[in-house]
């Protein structure tokens, strides 16, 4: 598609014990050429989501163990 590079990164903060906050960047360089699709990238708010989940349910494990 053009890309050089192609990075998603996710930083999870801790907010208390519990919440968090969640953040996704996306970095790319592509080719003068593929510029007029680089509008086609889109967040992952998918990947948010499971992120999301895992912590819930880790935290729900994590109290039934106790």
């Given at each position: 598609?053009?890309?050089t590079l192609y990075e998603n990164?996710?930083?999870?903060?801790?907010?208390?014990?519990?919440?968090?906050?969640?953040?996704?960047?996306?970095?790319?360089?592509?080719?003068?050429?593929?510029?007029?699709?680089?509008?086609?990238?889109?967040?992952?708010?998918?990947?948010?989501?499971?992120?999301?989940?895992?912590?819930?349910?880790?935290?729900?494990?994590?109290?039934?163990?106790?």
């Amino acid at each position: 598609m053009g890309f050089t590079l192609y990075e998603n990164i996710f930083s999870v903060i801790k907010k208390d014990e519990n919440s968090c906050i969640i953040t996704q960047r996306t970095v790319f360089d592509v080719t003068e050429e593929f510029e007029s699709i680089a509008s086609l990238i889109s967040s992952s708010w998918a990947m948010a989501r499971a992120i999301s989940n895992y912590v819930i349910q880790n935290r729900a494990n994590k109290d039934d163990n106790n």
